[in-house]
C-alpha cells in the first residue's frame, strides 16, 4: 500500500527572515564561482584584458594622464598584426587611418606601444599638414606574447587607439637574421621609393628604407659571449621643400 502524505508548516517571520537570508548566501556563491570559472576560461584561451595590462596603465598614465581614449572601428584608424608571428624579431605591423589628412581633419601624432617590450613605446610619429595621409608600415621586434596598440590624436585633441594581441617571444634578444659585417659594411645607406598616385588628388605613396642593423643591446654574440652595444636609428626625418613632412621618434624595436 502506498500512502502520500501533505503537512503544511506555518511560516513564522523567523523562518521568512532565515530562508531569506540563505538563498542570498547561496545566490552570492553562485555568483562568484560563475565569475572565477569565466576568469578560468578565458586565461586559458590566452586572452589577457587589454585595459588591465600594468604595463600599458603604466604608460597610459605617463603619455596620456586621464585623458579619454576612444576605440574606434577601422573607418578611423586600423592597426593590422599577426595574431601568431612566423619570426619575432621581424613583425609586420600597418596602421592605417580610415580617412584623408585635411585641415579640418588629420592625424597630427601617432604611438606605436607594444605593451611587453623591454622598451613599449617603440615608435612617436608626427605628421606634417601636408603628409596627405597618416598610414605607417614597418616590421618590429616583440619580445613576449603582448599587446600592440597604435594611438592616434587628431588635430581637434581627441584620442582613438587599435589594439591587437600577438602571440611572438624572443624578438629583442633574437640574433641577426644576416651577415653582421655585410650589415655595417651597408649602414646608413637610404632608399626613397615614390610611386605615383593611381587617381589624381590622391596623396603619392613613398617607402623609405634605411640599411642598419638596429642593435637592441640584448643579443649576446656566440664566440665572445658579449652583449652587442645598443645602436639604433633613434630619429628620421622627411621633408620637402616646403617643411617637414613627417618626422619619427623610434626604438629599438623598430626591426
Known sequence: MTMTMTTTLPITPRIRRGLAQALRA???????????AATAQAERRGEPNAETSPVWLKVRASLFGTRPI????????????????????????????????????????LWLVI?????????????????????????????????????????????????????????????????REAALAGLG?????????????????????ISHPNDSGMVMDQVSRLFTPARFVRTVEIADGRGVVLSADLDFSIS
Request: glycine share 8%; charged share 25%.
Open 26 to 36: 547561496l545566490l552570492a556563491v553562485l555568483l562568484l564561482a560563475g565569475t572565477g
Open 70 to 109: 576612444a576605440s574606434p572601428g577601422a573607418d578611423v584608424i586600423e592597426l593590422q598584426a599577426p595574431d601568431r608571428a612566423e619570426d619575432a624579431a621581424v613583425v609586420p605591423l600597418a596602421v592605417t587611418v580610415g580617412f584623408p589628412q585635411t585641415a579640418a581633419r588629420r592625424v597630427e601624432r
Open 189 to 209: 645607406r637610404m632608399r626613397l621609393r615614390m610611386d605615383p598616385p593611381a587617381e589624381a588628388q590622391r596623396p603619392t605613396l613613398a617607402q623609405l628604407m
Open 115 to 179: 605593451d611587453e617590450n623591454p622598451s613599449p613605446i617603440s615608435a612617436v610619429f608626427t605628421f606634417g599638414p601636408r603628409s596627405g595621409r597618416a598610414d605607417i608600415e614597418t616590421r618590429v621586434r616583440i619580445n613576449d606574447y603582448t599587446f600592440v596598440r597604435a594611438i592616434a590624436e587628431l588635430a581637434d585633441g581627441s584620442l582613438h587607439m587599435s589594439t591587437r594581441y600577438v602571440k611572438a617571444a624572443g624578438g629583442c634578444s633574437a640574433p641577426p637574421g644576416k651577415d
